[in-house]
């Protein structure tokens, strides 16, 4: 991760007046952890189709990390990043931490390096957990690698684990998530979703990302479900894993499901996969039929945030097919708050919860505070379900004039030969104001500069129609599924005075 500094072991000590350490109060994660390898040390906490680990075993490693790392007695409070594949090795370097009383940033494995040590730098981790293998088969295989924080680093006391936010411009920032965040986030999403204790969750959402972390690490870890994960990192090749495994709950992606799509023969389905969730960003109503004829599959869309956790579960299925993310998750209160330039049905979505963080790290956005969260997401009511319309953060000032991007989405769409889209501002020629520009990915047949040009403009007001339109085989994403926004404001700042451009 940089210029980064290997270290033995971490080892600060808290004294009290007396001179005395203190002790490192007990976790409920860690003691839900603990019980469940008490009663069931042999039972199988999670499973790939070459390995198993029980719930004794990832506890007794938890354990082995802990006291060859933090030696002594651990300062509490520390932000300490975890750097884990999904596996074994990411619950017992979560439990690690937390047995030493250390808040746990995660940190994406497959992010690149840099990604990861800016990240830690700016949120002032003191070090960071790594393991490269996910299943380690010792604590040997752990390792403290230190940063260049300014000293003293931050303390958080009281806080378990901060998430980064999934923001791509801009400096890294995180949510810090106090134990009983999360155990109320976990615990309203597993009675939302009717999670069942013989379940088999498939786990190929990295643990790391918010959505991952909560319905996967969580469950296995508080809940005591068992975790599939696959053993082949080819994405399609992982569906015969989760069929040999006995997956019965697929948390994905509509990433994930519009590539399987696209594949020009059908896979064969796991056949116990009784749930089909879709989160980290909107799973379009065409793409949810779709996969309903294909593979007789409902989807259940899942909207929730970082800061907060879940929001919104479609219960029944068909949600995405009406437009809408479901109703809101149990002990969530929604409220849509009116704002100018919005229509009358129309809210900024307002979420309040005991899963809600307790404050970004670094501080200094009022957005979180005191259990509500203010989310930049524009929604309204329709027929009782939550229907996103679009994100406030991405209105584009076209010569003091505002520009919805989902607007001209909408509008694009529709065009023959344009599969997906993305409309976003970018700095005109002459840097002075912003110009409107359309990422589209298409088929073969897809269509010329002067085409979209031209549809738009039958459609949409002048300062509405794109000024420059790139052509891409897929829009770029990040390694969470979402977006890439940075990948794509690169790709939209190219020659933009011919006004068309290929990726």
């Known amino acids: 991760m940089g210029a980064r500094q290997r270290c033995d072991s971490i080892s600060p000590v808290s004294a009290t007046s007396s001179g005395k350490t203190s002790a490192v109060p007990a976790d409920a994660i860690v003691s839900a952890m603990a019980r469940h390898a008490a ?15 029980t719930f004794g075993e990832i506890d007794a490693l938890s354990r082995a990390v802990s006291e060859r790392l933090f030696s002594g007695s651990p300062e ?81 006391d009281g806080i ?5 936010t999934s923001g791509s411009t801009g400096l890294p920032r995180g949510v810090a998530m106090r134990t009983e965040n999360l155990l109320a986030d976990e615990d309203a999403l597993a009675h939302t979703m009717s999670l069942r204790d013989d379940d088999r969750l498939w786990g190929a959402v990295p643990f790391s990302h918010s959505y991952g972390f909560t319905t996967l690490a969580l469950s296995a870890l508080v809940r005591g479900l068992m975790l599939v994960i696959p053993g082949d990192r080819t994405p399609f090749a992982s569906l015969a894993d989760a069929r040999e495994l006995g997956a019965t709950v697929f948390p994905t992606a509509p990433a994930y499901l519009r590539a399987l799509l696209k594949l020009p023969v059908p896979l064969s389905w796991p056949d116990r996969v009784r749930l089909v969730i879709s989160a980290g960003a909107m799973l379009s109503s065409a793409t949810a039929a779709e996969l309903r004829q294909v593979y007789g599959q409902v989807v259940h869309t899942f909207y929730g945030s970082s800061e907060c956790g879940g929001i919104c579960y479609d219960r029944e299925g068909g949600a ?20 100018e330039h919005l229509a009358a049905d129309e809210g900024l979505v307002v979420v309040k919860s005991p899963g809600v963080g307790a404050t970004y790290v670094p501080e200094g956005e009022p957005r979180l505070d005191s259990g509500r969260f203010e989310t930049s997401d524009v929604g309204a009511w329709q027929g009782g379900e939550l229907a996103l319309r679009r994100r406030l953060d991405r209105v584009i000032n076209v010569r003091g004039r505002k520009v919805d991007p989902s607007e001209v989405e909408l509008v694009l769409s529709s065009l023959a030969g344009v599969e997906e889209v993305v409309v976003m501002g970018v700095a005109s020629p002459d840097g002075r104001d912003q ?19 031209a549809w738009c403009r039958h459609r949409l007001a002048d300062h509405k129609v794109p000024r420059s339109v ?23 700042g190219q020659d933009q005075d011919s006004g068309e451009t290929h990726g």
């Not at 378990?160 to 980064?164: E, I, Y």
């Not at 929604?334 to 704002?339: E, K, T, V």
């Open 320 to 339: 995405a097919e009406r437009g809408t993310v479901g109703t809101p998750v149990d002990g969530v209160s929604l409220s849509l708050i009116g704002q």
């Open 470 to 492: 790139v052509f891409v085989d897929v829009i770029p994403r990040t390694s969470r599924g979402k977006i890439d926004r940075s990948a794509l404001l690169a790709l939209g």
């Open 435 to 453: 110009i409107v520009s359309a990422v589209i990915a298409g088929s073969s047949t897809r269509p010329k500069y002067r085409d979209v040009v």
């Open 39 to 53: 009663r069931r040390s042999s039972d199988i906490a999670i499973a790939s189709t070459a390995r198993r680990a």
């Open 160 to 164: 378990a684990a901060v998430k980064l």
């Open 76 to 156: 509490p409070g520390r932000l300490v990043g975890l750097v884990a594949p999904n596996g074994p090795a990411f619950l017992a370097g979560f439990l690690a931490l937390r047995r030493a009383g250390q808040a746990a940033l995660l940190l994406d494995p497959l992010a690149p390096d840099e990604d990861r040590r800016r990240a830690a730098t700016t949120l002032g981790a003191s070090g960071v957990l790594e393991c490269a293998d996910a299943w380690p088969s010792a604590a040997g295989d752990f390792r403290i690698v230190g940063t260049t924080v300014p000293a003293p680093p931050p303390m958080l």
